[in-house]
């Protein structure tokens, strides 16, 4: 980890902000355990996080990071999803994807897949056979974020989106490399199209290094370490693998590495997301996003009925070893 890397010496640089304008952090929280799919070992990082506080941002998943033997790799079958967006990147190893809309495609190492379900959709996420059979790490993120209440409708959309896509920009110092994965970071931009203003970033900072975000005052700001140790905030909260911070209103956001990490983590890895909030009622059940508990009955009763789509005739399926 990280799949997508570069010479922070040669990358368009963040102004040389000062840290203590940043932003403080509101809650500090612990990610449980859990298993999702056919198996696979998550990290549940919203868990114990008020929707309000999260908005416009609804679940997240960290997959692993997990070593599997042959055999091992596991995915989700397919299942359907209506009112949302998914987001997925993954670090280590490979998923395929398919839907009932006709989108597809592998994502690789580094590389993101964007979906709308909108008015609903059916797919699956699974490990290609080759990597079931070899087994390997395998390492990623799942977000999924809200459609306000006037797009939770419209139609399904696919967008797979590979590493090179991605802005890269340095820290003032380069000490930290920061991967613009969705919306804008700054002046720059990232790829893919979403329908909620927001930004996505990954970002790797060198031990004892420190990097200062220039954030949108509108969009709330929720940091996730992926590996390692530091801090985050303003006043240097302690910060580790794990661990989701959510920040108070501010112009910035300050993450700062350890001076010692481990070594099988040698840097600080932070998911850092944020959004404008879409303040309209949540109600969620399963695999559906709404805004009342009427279109999560209609949701449920379309799906049953066929209406979020079919499976296609040469749809892929789990790979099994025996």
Same mark, same amino acid.
């Given at each position: 980890?990280?799949?997508?890397?570069?010479?922070?010496?040669?990358?368009?640089?963040?102004?040389?902000?000062?840290?203590?304008?940043?932003?403080?952090?509101?809650?500090?929280?612990?990610?449980?355990?859990?298993?999702?799919?056919?198996?696979?070992?998550?990290?549940?990082?919203?868990?114990?996080?008020?929707?309000?506080?999260?908005?416009?941002f609804?679940?997240?998943?960290?997959?692993?990071?997990?070593?599997?033997?042959?055999?091992?790799?596991?995915?989700?079958?397919?299942?359907p999803?209506?009112?949302?967006?998914?987001?997925?990147?993954?670090?280590?190893?490979?998923?395929?994807?398919?839907?009932?809309? #006709? +989108?597809?495609?592998?994502?690789?190492?580094? $590389?993101?897949?964007?979906?709308? &379900? @909108?008015? *609903? !959709?059916? /797919?699956?996420e699974?490990?290609?056979e080759?990597?079931?059979?070899?087994?390997g790490?395998?390492?990623?993120?799942?977000?999924?974020?809200?459609?306000?209440?006037?797009?939770?409708?419209?139609?399904?959309?696919?967008?797979?989106?590979?590493?090179a896509?991605?802005?890269?920009?340095?820290?003032?110092? #380069? +000490?930290?490399?920061?991967?613009?994965?969705? $919306?804008?970071?700054g002046?720059? &931009? @990232?790829? *893919? !199209?979403? /329908?909620?203003?927001?930004?996505?970033?990954?970002?790797?900072?060198?031990?004892?290094?420190?990097?200062?975000?220039?954030?949108?005052?509108?969009?709330?700001?929720?940091?996730?370490?992926?590996?390692?140790?530091?801090?985050?905030?303003?006043?240097?909260?302690?910060?580790?693998a794990?661990?989701?911070?959510?920040?108070?209103?501010?112009?910035?956001?300050?993450?700062?590495?350890?001076?010692?990490?481990?070594?099988?983590?040698?840097?600080?890895?932070?998911?850092?997301?944020?959004?404008?909030?879409?303040?309209?009622?949540?109600?969620?059940?399963?695999?559906?996003?709404?805004?009342?508990?009427?279109?999560?009955?209609e949701?449920?009763?379309?799906?049953?009925?066929?209406?979020?789509?079919?499976?296609?005739?040469?749809?892929?399926?789990?790979?099994?070893?025996?």
């Open positions: 980890m990280p799949a997508v890397t570069a010479d922070t010496l040669t990358l368009p640089r963040l102004a040389d902000l000062p840290a203590e304008t940043g932003r403080s952090v509101t809650s500090l929280t612990t990610a449980p355990r859990a298993f999702e799919g056919e198996g696979f070992p998550v990290q549940r990082a919203f868990a114990g996080v008020p929707l309000e506080m999260l908005d416009p609804i679940h997240m998943d960290q997959m692993g990071e997990v070593e599997y033997a042959a055999g091992e790799p596991k995915g989700t079958p397919w299942h999803h209506r009112g949302f967006e998914t987001f997925t990147y993954l670090i280590d190893g490979e998923f395929i994807h398919q839907d009932s809309n #006709g +989108g597809g495609g592998r994502i690789r190492p580094g $590389g993101t897949q964007y979906m709308t &379900a @909108g008015d *609903g !959709i059916l /797919h699956i699974t490990p290609p080759e990597l079931v059979k070899s087994g790490l395998f390492h990623g993120l799942q977000l999924w974020i809200n459609l306000p209440r006037a797009k939770k409708r419209i139609a399904p959309q696919y967008q797979d989106l590979q590493g896509d991605f802005s890269l920009l340095s820290s003032a110092d #380069g +000490g930290a490399l920061v991967r613009v994965l969705a $919306g804008s970071v002046d720059h &931009a @990232g790829p *893919g !199209i979403s /329908h909620t203003p927001l930004a996505i970033t990954h970002i790797t900072i060198a031990p004892g290094a420190q990097v200062v975000v220039p954030w949108p005052r509108e969009y709330n700001a929720l940091a996730y370490a992926l590996a390692g140790s530091g801090s985050v905030g303003a006043e240097r909260r302690p910060f580790s794990g661990q989701l911070a959510v920040l108070e209103q501010g112009d910035s956001i300050v993450l700062r590495a350890a001076d010692q990490q481990e070594s099988r983590s040698p840097n600080l890895e932070v998911f850092l997301l944020g959004g404008v909030p879409l303040r309209e009622p949540v109600a969620a059940y399963g695999p559906f996003v709404m805004c009342s508990k009427a279109e999560l009955v949701a449920f009763e379309d799906y049953q009925a066929g209406r979020l789509g079919t499976i296609p005739a040469d749809a892929i399926q789990p790979h099994r070893t025996s």
